[in-house]
């Protein structure tokens, strides 16, 4: 158990709907990332946070989103899903941007 | 920008033999750090070995130890006495030491371990 928990573990929606991902990081951890992971596929790199802050964006589209709250969780809002938009979730966190990251359990997320 | 290169989509070793897993990155940076994740049907990433790009010395984690070769950007990991439980998907990946610290992954190799 890494110390970082998301929630929903598993979720089917349909096309056009809209979600939202949530992260809890580890204890005391102030950046989050966000990493899609595709059917066979290594993790992408979507976006950063640190102690609320966006702090770099990776392969995100425009349907997507995300923020850091006051207590370091942090929701990624998927919205407008495509069939392509399935995938496996991850969330990680570290103490600071430079420190090694851990990786949560993912969200499997299905668009049917 | 940084890539990181598996050729090995999957790989097969007998059980309690050795097998080496193969990955090779681009960057120009010269600081940076390079790991290997585990990730088994659970889909749960686990960490299982990282190295320093400033060190020399290769890192060893019980079983597994890794062969960098920095100027060939170079950086295999070698399973000894594979277990059953070794069976996974591993992915080789790579952070940046300054900017965003993200990291960039292969696109992972299947191990399969055979009884």
């Known amino acids: 158990d890494s110390g970082v928990t998301q929630t929903p573990k598993h979720l089917i929606t349909a096309t056009g709907q809209r979600v939202t991902l949530r992260c809890s990081p580890r204890?005391?951890?102030?950046?989050v990332y966000w990493y899609q992971q595709s059917l066979d596929q290594g993790l992408q790199f979507l976006i950063q946070?640190?102690?609320?802050?966006?702090?770099a964006k990776g392969n995100i589209l425009e349907r997507f989103s995300a923020q850091q709250f006051p207590d370091l969780h942090s929701e990624l809002n998927l919205s407008s899903l495509e069939l392509g938009d399935s995938a496996l979730y991850f969330c990680?966190?570290?103490?600071?941007?430079?420190?090694?990251?851990?990786f949560g359990p993912g969200t499997r997320l299905t668009v049917l | 920008a940084q890539t990181v290169t598996q050729s090995q989509p999957e790989m097969s070793v007998q059980e309690a033999e050795t097998v080496t897993l193969s990955c090779t990155y681009d960057?120009?940076?010269?600081?940076?750090?390079l790991f290997w994740y585990k990730q088994p049907p659970s889909r749960q990433m686990i960490l299982v070995i990282r190295?320093?790009?400033?060190?020399?010395q290769n890192a060893t984690e019980n079983r597994f130890s890794v062969n960098f070769q920095k100027a060939a950007k170079s950086f295999s990991l070698k399973i000894s006495d594979s277990q059953l439980g070794d069976a996974a998907m591993y992915f080789c990946?790579?952070?940046?030491?300054?900017?965003?610290?993200?990291?960039?992954f292969g696109t992972g190799t299947r191990l399969k371990v055979l009884a």
């Open positions: 990680a966190s570290s103490v600071a941007a430079g420190n090694e990251q851990f």
């Open positions: 204890s005391g951890d102030l950046s």
């Open positions: 946070y640190y102690n609320g802050e966006e702090r």
């Open positions: 960057t120009s940076e010269s600081d940076y750090y």
């Open positions: 190295q320093e790009a400033y060190k020399q």
């Open positions: 990946a790579y952070k940046e030491s300054s900017g965003t610290y993200k990291y960039i």
